[in-house]
């Protein structure tokens, strides 16, 4: 592993912005995509079960599609690759034992030999579920997948805008998730800003360090 | 802004894991640090509201009063710089104002130009607070932030830990969170792994890329 400078990092964080006008004409190149496909199969989650699928679109026709259920936000269409977050809903033991039946294979070991892991998973799934927090729970890791995926975006220089004025509902419609188990949370566009785009040079407003800071 | 290449990004998100066992006599040099405290700053909100407060512990008398309510995690007190990410409940006009008056400030702006901005983000809150869903619409900022700062970490060689196993009450108690509006989200351990931690070089395991990610 070569870490980046401390320096390298931070200049990445402030140029990034919540990008508003997209340059149509530019796309992510493939390797490139690869490596945020990468930042959202490896996002860390609770108990590592990535309660998630990410749907990723590039296809002109679907975006159009997407564009009303996303209150007509050009950056819908206008994005290179747009990324729709969604959440397995109520998770259950058959997604512990697909996570396990991977262990083992990733692991060589037999599925068998995780039952302690397996009795804690699906007990910590069947508590939340049983005090109503189970899919609050998960989407809750779905943010952190969108988190490292903004971040890891600013560092190979490619613009973002998380999008959660979208209508989940319509989403899920017109992406067929309705009989899935999966439903959307958030959508991300990602590509690059357009030279025009005002808010590309518009002061970033963050409170100051010491407001949110408390060192104990 | 000079980006890293899509490799250099991979392979640290490769080395990154949930780091178990922390070298206790491994600090986060100062200016590795300011950068991750950067990294929170910096962090991506819904309307740009930052509705958190990031507790940053390195007291180990402190650490040490944390440990039972993190379940005797050794991570709490080894870890360099144990952080307690924070969400503001029943976020508020008054906080829309903080923010609106930091805006000024950094744009050079009167905080009556905004008015706008202050109709469309209380308009947000109040209806999310109608709805019953503000606090939850604000957690979900506090895990982007999460994301972002453990991301953010691996790329510059830090190793964290997301430690959702907590008791959110008995660290508000401790960190006398009570009057303040502020709640235990999330805490997050960081620093540097012990070259003994066996759980470095066990394979990490995610669900192969075309069974989380589908292309349309």
């Given at each position: ?127 939340a579920r049983s005090e109503e927090r189970l899919d609050t729970w998960q989407t809750h890791q779905v943010y952190i997948a969108l988190g490292q ?68």
């Amino acid at each position: 592993m070569h870490p980046v400078s401390p320096d390298t990092l931070v200049r990445a964080l402030h140029w990034r912005y919540a990008t508003q006008w997209f340059d149509p004409a530019r796309k992510i190149p493939e390797e490139t995509w690869l490596a945020l496909e990468q930042a959202l199969v490896l996002s860390p989650s609770s108990i590592g079960l990535q309660p998630w699928k990410f749907i990723v679109i590039t296809d002109a026709a679907l975006k159009t599609r997407l564009l009303p259920a996303s209150f007509d936000q050009a950056k819908t269409v206008d994005c290179s690759h747009f990324v729709v977050f969604t959440v397995r809903k109520n998770l259950g033991h058959d997604h512990v034992d697909r996570h396990i039946a991977r262990m083992a294979e990733v692991r060589g070991v037999t599925p068998e030999s995780l039952g302690k892991f397996r009795r804690m998973a699906t007990g910590n799934l069947d508590k939340a579920r049983s005090e109503e927090r189970l899919d609050t729970w998960q989407t809750h890791q779905v943010y952190i997948a969108l988190g490292q995926f903004m971040a890891s975006a600013a560092v190979i220089g490619v613009d973002t805008c998380p999008m959660e004025g979208i209508d989940p509902e319509k989403f899920d419609g017109i992406l067929d998730l309705k009989e899935t188990g999966y439903a959307t949370v958030v959508a991300c566009a990602a590509g690059y800003r357009r030279t025009d785009d005002k808010y590309a040079d518009t002061k970033k407003v963050r409170f100051k360090p010491e407001d949110v800071i408390v060192r104990r």
